[in-house]
């Protein structure tokens, strides 16, 4: 499986080594945080994208240009800051959580808010996350962004404790109905599995078949992709691929004659079987496929393959990823996009601020087009679609 984070995303695999240099008990309210110009990330033992998922008509949208104004946000006044809320103690997502908070503070620090930042360190225990939730009311918190794990946003959102704007950096283990300050955000790869739904079906196609490897993850983003394909009014299929069962997947293909791939799996799997599959048939994928640039193996066995991934990995040139420094020392894809989740989430925070009763917004965020949906209390976010050719990853124009 890619590593990364996400969680995201999305985010239920391998529990890690703990992180070195653990901070405060968990629910202590450190000073606000001192903003660096060029946070460090020092070395630790990675995390996968998948365990942080363990276990009427809206108001006319104002547009957030890549760095919005900041007059209008209100002055801070007594004990009022921003509340970043983490799982810095925990052994199994302390890294992730801590990349998290640097890209943050780096957002922070290109982009200054009216507003202190106090970073509040939990582990990843429910209870806890609530109780130190809690503890930033109590401090004066009037926006809160965290929790980061799947579950920990679930019980948040049953807690009743959301009383000021908060950012939840994960989407919740099930449907429910999110309190009226709770909004979610995050980098789930099946919200990536809809968009590309959306694309390959856009162009005219009406049968596809997705491939799913055995992990939960990899069955998530397939059913994700399905669902949505179907709501479109498409066929869908779905097969597994165990590794060791490439001929008769493409036995099977044969038989379906569908006119679109799906491959719902990292690059490693993807590799194995690839070969077996038709070359000349669309083949789709979500940013679980891609390594990034720096990877030392390069994509010549995926070229062809199309998927979804953010600015921040694919447009240097962009104009909102132009502007942030980037992690020193160089860290893998997968923490390059939690980084970037905490750049988007710190000027998602600026945003929450200024909300009123069905408000609405859009940003070109450096995790890609983000835009809140008030009916929902979730921050769409649209991805860039690229292409592997020549075994590097080309960024398709819309």
Not at 38 to 47: D, H, K, L, Y
Request: hydrophobic share 45%; aromatic share 8%.
């Amino acid at each position: 499986m890619q590593r990364i984070l996400a969680f995201l995303m999305l985010f239920s695999t391998a529990l890690l080594a703990a992180c070195a240099g653990a901070p405060d008990r968990p629910g202590s309210v450190k000073t606000p945080t001192v903003v660096q110009a060029r946070p460090e990330i020092r070395p630790a033992p990675e995390v996968e994208v998948s365990s942080l998922n363990r276990v009427a008509p809206p108001a006319a949208a104002s547009v957030a240009s890549p760095l919005q104004p900041l007059a209008a946000l209100p002055a801070a006044s007594g004990n009022a800051h921003i509340a970043l809320l983490l799982p810095l103690k925990s052994p199994f997502f302390g890294r992730a959580a801590e990349v998290v908070r640097q890209g943050f503070m780096a957002g922070a620090s290109i982009q200054p808010g009216a507003l202190p930042v106090t970073v509040y360190s939990s582990n990843d225990e429910t209870d806890d996350i609530v109780s130190t939730y809690r503890q930033a009311m109590q401090a004066g918190a009037s926006v809160v962004v965290g929790p980061l794990t799947r579950n920990g946003v679930s019980a948040l959102a049953a807690s009743s404790q959301v009383s000021v704007p908060t950012l939840a950096l994960n989407l919740p283990e099930q449907n429910i109905v999110f309190p009226p300050k709770l909004y979610v955000f995050g980098l789930a790869a099946d919200l990536e599995a809809r968009q590309m739904a959306r694309i390959a079906f856009g162009e005219d196609r009406k049968k596809a078949v997705a491939i799913a490897s055995g992990n939960t993850l990899s069955k998530r983003i397939q059913q994700a992709f399905s669902d949505e394909w179907s709501a479109l009014g498409g066929s869908a299929g779905n097969l597994f691929f165990n590794g060791l069962n490439s001929t008769d997947v493409r036995d099977e293909l044969s038989r379906q004659a569908p006119d679109v791939l799906f491959l719902a799996m990292d690059s490693r799997d993807a590799r194995l079987l690839r070969p077996f599959l038709n070359n000349d048939l669309p083949t789709y994928a979500t940013s679980q496929i891609y390594a990034g640039s720096s990877s030392l193996q390069k994509y010549h066995d995926l070229n062809g393959v199309q998927f979804i991934d953010m600015p921040w990995l694919l447009q240097p040139d962009h104009l909102a990823v132009m502007v942030y420094p980037r992690p020193e020392p160089t860290v893998p894809a997968d923490m390059e996009r939690l980084y970037a989740l905490g750049i988007d989430a710190w000027r998602l925070a600026l945003q929450l601020q200024m909300a009123s009763p069905g408000f609405t917004f859009s940003l070109d965020g450096v995790t890609g087009q983000l835009m809140l949906d008030v009916r929902s209390h979730q921050i769409n976010r649209e991805g860039v679609r690229a292409e592997f050719s020549d075994g590097e990853a080309i960024l398709l124009v819309p």
